[in-house]
């Protein structure tokens, strides 16, 4: 099995910071790229940010210069630090790898996610 866990959500003041992490486990051969995502309510999952092995980055214009995405590749892990967090930011937020458990066998994973609550 793979699992993808999720912690680092909870509240915090707008203008706060936070950060997420996401460890993949299980029976990995490697992983590809890794990303995180979002959920409001009454809102379509967006891509907040990517980084792929390589470690190149993409970030959702919303989100640029206030979060950064970064990964270990030796624990398997991917964070998302946040700041200047504001009210919008509030969401459920999932990560996702592209993992493969052997050198010719990929799936896509999904965290549990996380909840995040930007509020005074």
């Known amino acids: 099995q793979v699992q993808l866990v999720e912690s680092g959500g909870g509240l915090v003041q707008p203008g706060g910071s936070l950060r997420l992490s996401c460890a993949a486990s299980?029976?990995?051969?490697?992983?590809?790229?890794m990303g995180w995502y979002r959920q409001a309510p009454g809102k379509q999952r967006e891509l907040v940010a990517g980084i792929t092995s390589g470690g190149s980055t993409n970030y959702a214009d919303s989100v640029k210069g206030r979060f950064t995405i970064s990964r270990d590749n030796a624990k398997n892990t991917v964070y998302l630090q946040m700041a200047s967090l504001k009210p919008e930011d509030t969401a459920v937020y999932y990560c996702?790898?592209?993992?493969?458990?052997?050198?010719?066998?990929?799936?896509?994973?999904w965290g549990q996610g996380t909840q995040v609550t930007v509020s005074s």
């Open positions: 996702n790898a592209n993992i493969w458990i052997n050198p010719r066998w990929d799936t896509y994973y």
């Open positions: 299980g029976s990995i051969f490697s992983i590809g790229t």
